[in-house]
DNA sequence: ACAAGCATGTAATTTGTTACATGATTAT
DNA sequence: ATAATCATGTAACAAATTACATGCTTGT
C-alpha cells in the first residue's frame, strides 16, 4: 500500500495534476517506486472520493484539462501514521538473478550479453543520479526536506552501486573476462 | 512473469511439492524472489494444464497428500526461452526511502528507530547469507549450477551490504550518531 | 480417538500492467 | 484547419495478498 501515500507525499511537496506526477514519477520519486499514469490516475479518484485530497478550486473539470490536487488534512494524518508505523523489509525482487539461476540449469544461452547490457543501463543510471546529486544539492541541504531527499537519492546511488559490482563480478566470471578497472567512481 | 519460471528452475533442479517449493522459496530462491502458498499452488496448476509439468507417477490424487511435480520438456524449453530474452531492468521498489521521504514534509516520528530496526534485521540476513555461503560453497564450485547459485547469492550478499551502508548512513545523519566502525565485515 | 500440525486448495480483494479512447492544446 | 501531442480517462486482464476451508498424518 505504498502508491498512495508516494501520493500523498508528492501532493505535500507540490500540488500536481496527475500528469505533472507521471513525470515526477520518473524522476525523483521513481527512485524507489514506479507507477503507470493509470495507476496514478486511478488512485486520485480513490484518494478523492476517501476525502484525502481535492482539486484546487477552479480547476476545469472536463476531460483532457488539467486537474490539480492538493492534500486535505486527513491526507497528511493518514501520510503520518503510514511514517510511523511499523513494517518489515521486503525481499528485493529482480528477475534477472533468477534467469541466472535458470541459466544454471538449462545453460547460458546469451545471458552474459544480457548481463553486461544490464551492467551498463546500470552505470548509466548512476551516473545519472550522481548528476542529479551535484546539481539539485551541491551547496550544504538547509531544511530538513532537502536533507531528507538528498539521503534518498544516495539510497539510490548505493543500490545501483551494488548491482554494478554485483554484475561486474558476474560478467567476469562468467566470460573469464580480465577484471576492469574502477569503473563505478569513487564517492564524491 | 517471474513466477512460473522460477517454479521451472526449481522443478528442475528438484522434483518437489508445491509445500516443498514454498519452504525454497523462503531460502535459496529467495534472495531474489518471493511468494506465498497460494501463489506457488495456483501456479502449478496452471502450469500443469498448460502442459509444462507434470504430477509424478504415483502421486495420490487426493486433497492433504503430498503431490510431486517434475518439468516436461514443453517447460524446458519455455524456460530456455525466458532465458535468453532482452528484458530491461526495472527499478528497486522499497516503502522504506519512500516513508523516509514522506518523513521529510510531516515528520519524522519514530521513523529513525525504524531505520535503525530495518538496519539491524538486514544485518542479520546479511549474516545468514555469508553463513549459507560458507557452508554450501565451502570447496570452489564444480559445476556450472553450482558456480551459478553462488554467483546468485553473492548478489543477495551484495544487495543486503548495500541497504546496511545506505541505513547506517541514514541513522548516523538523522540522530547525530557517532559513526561505527565497519560492522558489515570485509568480503570473505 | 483426539489434538496438533501439515499439505492442499478456494475465494475475495487489491495492486499492477497493457491496450485503447476522447477531449483539449499547440505548432505548422 | 488539421496534424501532432498532451492530459485525462475506461476497460480488460494478470499478479499478488489476505483470509479462510478441508483432508491427511503423526504423536500421545
Redesign the interface.
Known sequence: M?LP??L??AL??KPSSGSELTRRFDRS??????ATHQQIYRELGKLERAGLIRTLPGGAPTRGQKKEYEVLPEG?AE??R???Q??????????????????????????VD?LR??RD??RARLAEYREFDRRDYADEPST??????R??L???I??E???I??LT??VE??SGEAPEEDTAGTDP
Not at 29 to 34: A, L, N, Q
Not at 95 to 102: K, Q
Not at 144 to 149: K, P, S
Open positions: 505504498s501515500h508516494a500523498l507525499t505535500l511537496e520519486i521513481g527512485y524507489f517506486w514506479s497528511r501520510l503520518v503510514w511514517v510511523d511499523r513494517e518489515d523489509p521486503k525481499v528485493a525482487r529482480d528477475p534477472l538473478p533468477l534467469r541466472l539461476r535458470a541459466a544454471g540449469v538449462v545453460g547460458l544461452g546469451g545471458l544480457e547490457r544490464h543501463l546500470h530538513q526536506q532537502e536533507r531528507v531527499q539521503l534518498v544516495r539510497g539510490g548505493d543500490v552501486a551494488g548491482w559490482s554485483w563480478r558476474a566470471e562468467l
